[in-house]
């Protein structure tokens, strides 16, 4: 009998591309990797993996398997949420990225704790790891952003995307900065040669605020660059220089700080993701609901909400 295991690493090799790619991404070693791969070929009784010294591809059988493999495996989540009792029970694991982290987890706490049997874990993950590791069944819902607008949200897939707000930079100056006076209009071109805070070269939101300040023209400032939003929040409370963050990052309360909104500031689009096969069961259910329910609570300056927070992608 195939072993259900296993089968997610075939599925993983496939979309990773290499056994050290696999186990990176599920925790494993490599060679604990190989060795299930081996067993799995003894299994079905073929070669799965064409190996060399220093790489290895799915053979024709392989890709064969993989096929099945993800339809078996949304199968047994059909299963298991037509089988689920109406009270949500068991574990239920989200990851998301720290903003959202910190912003979702208290309305998240309230929402869930009135279901006795249900267990709650809250993750933060790098960018771009979310879909992935949802994807992969490693944990049941992930909260993304997207602020390229292009990220693949329809085509009836293996995944749903549920919008739940648009995001958008906004200026953070200190209380005793002049941009702090809401009679002032805030000029872009005025705050160039301020000293910017930012995140490294690289990071989602950087590239945003570069986004942003490239389009008033002429050369961008070179921002100091610190990791964490919550670190260039506090230094700008100190009166070290401005940043420009996602309005998101401002749900905790910072003393010292004033936030503006920005003339054609770059946005993100954040989404709640699930398995498609999943969206059924109980515990997924309500934690989706939790999560609707969160943003109507977020109160921070410019966030967009969509129409209905509860349109699904189809």
């Known amino acids: 009998m195939l072993d259900v295991r296993r089968l997610r690493l075939l599925r993983e090799f496939a979309d990773r591309g290499s056994i050290a ?3 990176k991404a599920l925790g494993y070693t490599p060679s604990a990797v190989s060795q299930q791969l081996a067993v799995l070929e003894r299994e079905v009784g073929t070669t799965l993996l064409d190996r060399t010294a220093r790489s290895a591809e799915l053979t024709d059988a392989g890709r064969r398997l993989s096929d099945h493999a993800d339809r078996i495996l949304r199968m047994i989540e059909f ?14 694991v989200l990851t998301a990225f720290p903003t959202a982290a910190v912003a979702f987890a208290p309305a998240l706490a309230h929402g869930l704790r009135h279901h006795a049997g249900l267990t709650f874990q809250l993750r933060q993950t790098r960018p771009g790891d ?4 949802v994807r ?4 049941d819902l992930a909260l993304v952003d997207d602020w390229t607008g292009r990220l693949p949200t329809r085509g009836g897939g293996s995944l749903r995307f549920s919008l ?11 209380a005793s900065h002049w941009a702090a006076d809401q009679s002032h209009e805030i000029d872009l071109w005025r705050l160039r040669e301020e000293p910017w805070l930012a995140a490294p070269a690289g990071e989602p939101s950087r590239q945003a605020f570069d986004r ?3 389009d ?11 990791e964490g939003l919550g670190t260039i929040l506090g230094l700008v409370a100190r009166g070290v220089g401005i940043a420009a963050v996602p309005s998101l990052a401002l749900t905790a309360a910072v003393p010292g700080i004033v936030a503006r ?10 989404y709640a993701v699930v398995r498609t096969a999943s969206v059924r069961r109980p515990s997924v259910a309500v934690t989706l609901e939790a999560l609707r329910d969160a943003v109507a609570e977020i109160d921070v300056m410019s966030v967009g909400r969509p129409p209905k927070a509860d349109d699904l992608a189809k």
Not at 130 to 133: I, P
Not at 136 to 139: A, K, L, T
Not at 261 to 270: D, I, N
């Open 130 to 133: 979310g879909l992935r590791q």
């Open 212 to 214: 942003l300040l490239a």
């Open 21 to 23: 790619a696999t186990a």
């Open 79 to 92: 299963a298991e949420a037509d089988l689920s009792e109406a009270e949500p029970t068991g574990q239920i």
């Open 261 to 270: 909104a920005l003339p054609g500031s770059v946005t993100r689009y954040v």
């Open 136 to 139: 992969s069944g490693e944990v």
């Open 216 to 226: 008033v023209g002429g050369a961008p400032p070179m921002p100091w660059e610190f």
């Open 164 to 174: 739940l707000l648009h995001d958008p930079l906004v200026l953070v100056v200190p």
